[in-house]
């Protein structure tokens, strides 16, 4: 059975960085698509960024180009997320997502994604 697992959430300062770590477990995801959400209170789940397949082709929201960096362990089945210059409106419940059958076109819909973990809260203050 897969399994996500997220950790590194936490409070920090608008400005201040903060390292989300997925544990995957029950399949070998080399293979897989995988990719970071977030959900904001009254907000829909949003596209963060993802990681395509086997190989090293990202995609990031505008929102957080330039600031996030998302990166994969396959030996490890990890999936990080190194999230720096933080802003107040990146506040929300950051969620790991992996499926088998994701396409290039659709890896920014949560949609395309079967398994989820449970969600790591991130707080930016101001």
């Known amino acids: 059975q897969v399994q996500l697992v997220e950790s590194g959430g936490g409070l920090v300062q608008a400005g201040g960085s903060l390292r989300l770590s997925c544990a995957a477990s029950?399949?070998?995801?080399?293979?897989?698509?995988m990719g970071w959400f977030r959900q904001a209170p009254g907000k829909e789940r949003e596209f963060v960024a993802a990681?395509?397949?086997?190989?090293?082709?990202?995609h990031y929201a505008d929102s957080v180009k330039g600031r996030f960096a998302i990166s994969r362990d396959n030996a490890k089945n990890t999936l990080v997320l190194q999230m720096n210059n933080l802003k107040p409106e990146d506040t929300a419940v950051y969620y790991c997502?992996?499926?088998?059958?994701?396409?290039?076109?659709?890896?920014?819909?949560?949609?395309?994604?079967?398994?989820w973990g449970q969600g790591t809260q991130v707080t930016v203050s101001s």
């Open positions: 029950g399949r070998t995801f080399g293979g897989w698509t």
């Open positions: 997502a992996a499926d088998s059958n994701v396409i290039w076109s659709s890896m920014t819909a949560a949609s395309a994604y079967d398994y």
């Open positions: 990681i395509f397949r086997a190989g090293s082709s990202t």
